[in-house]
């Protein structure tokens, strides 16, 4: 592979605060060198990157891809065009599949299926019960040596206290967290909008927020007696936040991910029963969704996760309660959050941080950084040029984004993965 | 005549010029029906379809018979609810209406927000026969018209809604129509029947039905939904009676002249006391039947006027 120098670039680097002109040197797939005063060597491919920001390709702790079961709403090949388009180098899948991951050997296949594309490193959760049915125990041991990242149930809640208890003690065995969809399933069954006036007002069963407080609670109350490591996938309240806050005071192994809806929308985007609005956890108060951002700057919240849930037309144009929640994610997880950048709410390298190196140090990966020597998985982008999300002309084949119709500044101009040019603008 | 829209899928939105005016057709409906002159060719030519994915008798009836009396080609479509596999027919059975060249589309379902779909994709005018527990517009227009009748007024009249309020559309229409109006409504019911943040649609709420209907001029009986019911949010139909039940006793609390109402059907012995149900001065339960024909003549007419002369 020839070298490649990226020349005049805002290298960007949230891991050791580097934000600087300069240009950055990759050989066999590795980043060689960065900064200024940079020569190319002979033969090496030139890209003049014009001012642009050059910052690690972005590490996705959550996405849900069609495949293996649902390929009509995405596939694994899908989902990496719509990743390298929206600068993510590095995807965490999640398990509730059909098959559930739930056997090393479908691990296996995942890894290898991320590794045919060439494009993005596919990193697969681990079922964390058979079937993610919420019963007995997946085999963490057998699925963490074919490559599972952490355990988890995906979209559904593991509800029993006893099973994840359990989980949360078995999975210390192999350094490994538990990612929980914090909801209390008994509380937010049949509903498809956050309870309160406007649920009220469309004449939608509601969630309680504080189905999401209430699991928050007893899982943090878990892990301490069972010293294990909880995350919280896609926290959406102020009252969650807030016990997640604490808990990580008081030194529990609590950790936490959101994603763009829940620091960009409130709960009026589903006004008119806009389906594509209908997410899970469902879109909440403004209040919270202040909070949420508050929880972004202050560092309660590590991680800013797409989300990504693909879903066809016909799981959407239904009557709202009947429409399938979830939200496509990939191709906007940067502009979205530099939205927060460009409103004044977060500095850039804070933003960056919680989409590439806080992520990676939570898996314990080399990557999400700008650093000598390691992986050359970088993304360009054009931190103010304008687009408008428009469904029907996003990359990959899931459409359904919550932010249909939004303009968004932040364009991605290039991404590379190991040196390898994968997208391009 | 001012009406602010194509359809008629909610009553929240709605102005008070707008609920004037179409409770002033309705009154002058009302008169013509009475009068035996009903057959009219104000839609002559149109075809109206009712599209019903739940079951109802009298609210459909209604519709028929409002459509004919104003010389409608009337069509009633009733979908089965087994044969409905998740709502994909809504839009399916919508390309059919549209190839089928409907007009007006009055339609029910099950699902909050049905109507609004499918009035993003059919031509016809859409009317909301209720939906879900979201509306149920016209029942909030016949019940207006059959108050302003007795009353002479909405403004500052006291209006008890009382029951399962949380499963009810036609309390949601009725709470938006009497507040734009000026009335002062209440909500009664156990905390379980009772939606969230009720009061912010500004509504005064009882859980206590005795102080709930002190003083009201209109007693608002709702049906006790119990098939919408996911689990035990009363626990007894005997208990529901003794505490939320409107019979004698608790009627004597409201004002010596308020009248009952219900939009049907009703449970009789549940929410309701057959003597109170059938009360020869108080209740107007037959009068609001009365009332609906007139209303959807009114809304049928307000629309057609808005509808392309010739499609």
């Known amino acids: ?425 | 005549m001012s009406y602010p829209s194509k359809h008629l899928l909610a009553i929240e939105g709605l102005e008070p010029p707008h609920i004037a005016d179409l409770l002033d057709l309705a009154e002058s409906y009302a008169l013509l029906n009475r009068s035996g002159k009903t057959q009219r060719d104000l839609l002559k030519g149109r075809t109206l379809i009712n599209l019903f994915f739940e079951d109802s008798t009298r609210t459909r009836t209604s519709f028929e018979l409002a459509g004919k009396r104003l010389g409608a080609d009337v069509i009633n479509m009733s979908v089965s609810t087994s044969s409905v596999n998740k709502g994909e027919t809504l839009l399916d059975t919508a390309s059919t209406l549209n190839a089928m060249q409907c007009d007006l589309l009055v339609i029910r379902h099950a699902q909050s927000g049905a109507p609004a779909l499918l009035s993003q994709k059919v031509d016809a005018a859409v009317i909301n026969a209720g939906d879900g527990t979201h509306e149920h517009p016209t029942q909030a227009l016949l019940d207006a018209l059959t108050i302003r009748r007795h009353k002479g007024r909405l403004e500052g009249l006291i209006v008890a809604i009382c029951g399962d309020i949380a499963h009810s559309r036609v309390a949601r229409s009725n709470i938006h129509l009497l507040g734009t109006m000026g009335a002062r409504v209440r909500i009664v019911g156990p905390p379980t029947l009772i939606p969230a943040d009720a009061a912010r649609l500004g509504v005064e709420v009882f859980t206590d039905m005795k102080a709930g209907l002190k003083d009201a001029d209109v007693v608002m009986m709702l049906r006790l939904q119990r098939e919408r019911m996911s689990g035990g949010l009363v626990p007894s139909a005997r208990e529901f009676f003794r505490f939320y039940g409107l019979d004698a006793e608790k009627l004597a609390l409201a004002k010596p002249d308020s009248i009952v109402m219900h939009p049907g059907p009703m449970n009789r012995g549940v929410e309701i006391d057959s003597a109170i149900a059938d009360h020869p001065t108080r209740s107007v339960i037959g009068e609001q039947v009365e009332m609906g024909v007139a209303c959807r003549m009114a809304v049928l007419d307000i629309l057609a006027r808005r509808l392309p002369r010739n499609r």
Request: one cysteine or more; glycine letters at 12%; a negative charge.
């Open chain 1, 1 to 425: 592979m020839r070298d490649l120098l990226i020349s005049d670039a805002r290298l960007l680097d949230p891991a050791t605060g580097l934000d600087a002109r300069g240009a950055l040197l990759v050989r066999d797939g590795l980043i060689a060198d960065l900064g200024q005063g940079l020569t190319a060597p002979e033969g090496a491919e030139l890209i003049d990157a014009a001012g642009a920001c050059l910052a690690p390709g972005l590490v996705d702790l959550r996405a849900n891809l069609g495949e293996p079961g649902q390929e009509h709403r995405e596939t694994i090949a899908s989902a990496a065009q719509a990743a390298a388009a929206g600068g993510i180098t590095t995807l965490c899948v999640l398990p509730d599949t059909d098959p559930a991951l739930d056997d090393p050997a479908l691990l296996s296949f995942m890894i290898r299926r991320g590794e045919a594309t060439g494009s993005v490193t596919l990193l697969p959760y681990g079922a964390a019960t058979a079937g993610c049915a919420g019963k007995e125990l997946a085999e963490f041991g057998l699925l963490r040596e074919a490559g599972a990242i952490a355990f988890t149930d995906g979209a559904k809640a593991i509800g029993n206290a006893r099973t994840m208890r359990i989980a949360l003690s078995y999975a210390r065995a192999f350094g490994a967290f538990i990612v929980q969809h914090p909801e209390d399933p008994s509380l937010a069954a049949g509903g498809a909008a956050t309870e309160g006036e406007l649920a009220t007002r469309l004449g939608l069963p509601g969630i309680p927020p504080a189905a999401e407080a209430m699991m928050v609670a007893r899982d943090i109350t878990l892990a301490r007696i069972t010293g294990g490591h909880v995350h919280f996938a896609h926290v959406s309240t102020a009252a969650a936040l807030d016990l997640i806050r604490a808990a990580k005071q008081d030194g529990l192994r609590v950790t936490c991910d959101t994603a763009p809806p829940y620091f960009d929308q409130n709960e009026t985007a589903i006004g008119d029963y806009r389906t594509y609005a209908k997410l899970s956890p469902p879109l909440r108060t403004e209040a919270d969704r202040i909070a949420i951002v508050a929880g972004l700057v202050d560092g309660t919240i590590d991680a800013i996760a797409s989300d990504h849930q693909p879903r066809d037309a016909d799981d959407k144009r239904l009557p709202f309660a009947q429409a399938e929640a979830g939200g496509a994610g990939l191709a906007t997880l940067l502009a979205v959050t530099l939205a927060r950048v460009h409103a004044g709410d977060i500095p850039m390298l804070a933003a960056l941080g919680l989409l590439t190196c806080k992520p990676a140090a939570l898996l314990g990966l080399p990557v999400g950084r700008l650093a000598k020597g390691a992986p050359a998985d970088l993304l360009l982008f054009h931190p103010a040029r304008g687009w408008k999300v428009e469904a029907g002309k996003l990359p990959g084949k899931a459409q359904n984004s919550p932010f249909d119709g939004r303009a968004l500044e932040g364009r991605v101009l290039g991404t590379w993965k190991a040196g390898r040019r994968v997208f391009s603008a």
